[in-house]
């Protein structure tokens, strides 16, 4: 984590192959809320899963489920 950053978005495809032996997720940080929004649609354009939220100790928490996080990124849905 990057000094600064307030902002992480977890992600991953939502499901590997076999051989892989189960779903690789990794996490990258920001610095705003814009950033993780522009980097989290990418995410979902790719057709992979993701979540996002705020790191501690920063309040007031925010955390965005992978059931939000398309209308959370997206300004035309509302985001």
């Not at 057709?47 to 996002?52: E, F, L, R």
Request: no cysteine; glycine share 14%.
């Amino acid at each position: 984590m990057k000094q600064g950053d307030i902002w992480y978005v977890t992600f991953g495809p939502d499901k590997m192959g076999e051989a892989t032996g189960g779903t690789a997720r990794s996490t990258r940080t920001f610095k705003n809320e814009v950033d993780a929004k522009l980097f989290a649609m990418q995410i979902l354009a790719k057709g992979w899963s993701a979540n996002a939220g705020t790191l501690n100790p920063h309040q007031p928490k925010q955390v965005v489920g992978p059931s939000q996080i398309e209308r959370w990124a997206d300004p035309g849905l509302g985001g």
